[in-house]
């Protein structure tokens, strides 16, 4: 027998596929994180594999290029200065729609990332979420949304990131951690392919895996905000980058507007 379920509130129901799907919209709302299978073309992963190698090699090369170098981790900080492509994925056409449904219309760009996470690398006792502002403390408040595109394969050991269904509800303070990363009950690995994104509340627990495979995890990885937030020290965009914020979600995006003023419309955008 089939069961019809009707939706319990009156609110109208997005065009089919476009911006979200209820499905998309209840299972972030009840786990606090999102995968998007396919958010990359083939043809557009090819482009933004090749611009993440150029970048990599430039930032290997020049040790004053902003960074984190460590041994289980290497952080190319403000991606979005080394070319277009970066950019463009700021308003990606399947994800910034997402983000704009789940966080409001006001989103803006928080920082922005490119992580290699090198064979080997072990993490210890780090689960943790990312909205760790004073005075804020309701677990139904949403201050960010964090996106992760996936530039290469991850397997189930290859140190996907961990994240905790359900914990963007949890009281603060919370303590929630274990050893081992995979050892957490219920902890949801994202062991996914190349081209895959992923979506997580900024209160949503989670922690980086271990990487017990002998490839790297490489991942872009974009926050977003409100505008009326501030841009992450260091990830503010560069005058030349800001000169080429010429449409008005791109000039929001990069915290070119007034933080009370009007919101822009989404507009198409790359792809
Ligand atoms: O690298 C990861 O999988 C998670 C990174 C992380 O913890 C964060 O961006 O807050």
């Not at 596929?17 to 919209?25: A, D, F, H, V, Y």
């Not at 905000?225 to 990069?254: C, N, V």
């Amino acid at each position: 027998m089939t069961e019809t379920i009707t939706e319990p509130t009156a609110r109208p129901q997005p065009p089919a596929g476009l911006p979200i799907t209820l499905e998309q919209r209840y299972f972030f709302e009840a786990n606090g994180y999102l995968v998007v299978p396919d958010a990359l073309s083939r043809d557009e992963l090819g482009r933004i594999r090749e611009a993440a190698d150029e970048a990599e090699a430039r930032w290997r090369a020049d040790p004053d290029l902003p960074g984190v170098r460590r041994h289980d981790l290497d952080q190319l900080i403000n991606i979005m200065e080394y070319a277009p492509v970066f950019v463009e994925m700021l308003e990606h056409r399947t994800v910034l729609p997402l983000v704009r449904e789940l966080l409001g219309p006001d989103v803006m760009m928080l920082d922005n990332d490119y992580f290699i996470t090198p064979p080997g690398a072990l993490i210890h006792r780090g689960w943790h979420y990312d909205e760790g502002f004073p005075g804020i403390d309701h677990p139904m408040s949403r201050l960010m949304i964090k996106v992760f595109f996936v530039l290469q394969d991850i397997p189930y050991d290859g140190g996907g990131t961990v994240m905790l269904p359900g914990s963007h509800r949890f009281p603060s303070g919370r303590p929630v951690n274990t050893e081992v990363p995979e050892d957490m009950p219920n902890g949801v690995r994202m062991a996914l392919p190349a081209g895959a994104a992923y979506l997580m509340a900024g209160r949503t627990y989670h922690c980086v895996g271990n990487n017990l495979s002998e490839r790297p995890r490489r991942l872009l990885i974009y926050t977003y905000g409100h505008k009326w937030m501030r841009i992450w020290d260091g990830y503010e965009p560069s005058p030349s980058l800001a000169a080429r914020a010429t449409t008005p979600m791109l000039a929001q995006l990069l915290g070119l507007t007034d933080p009370y003023g009007p919101n822009a419309p989404l507009t198409a955008a790359a792809g």
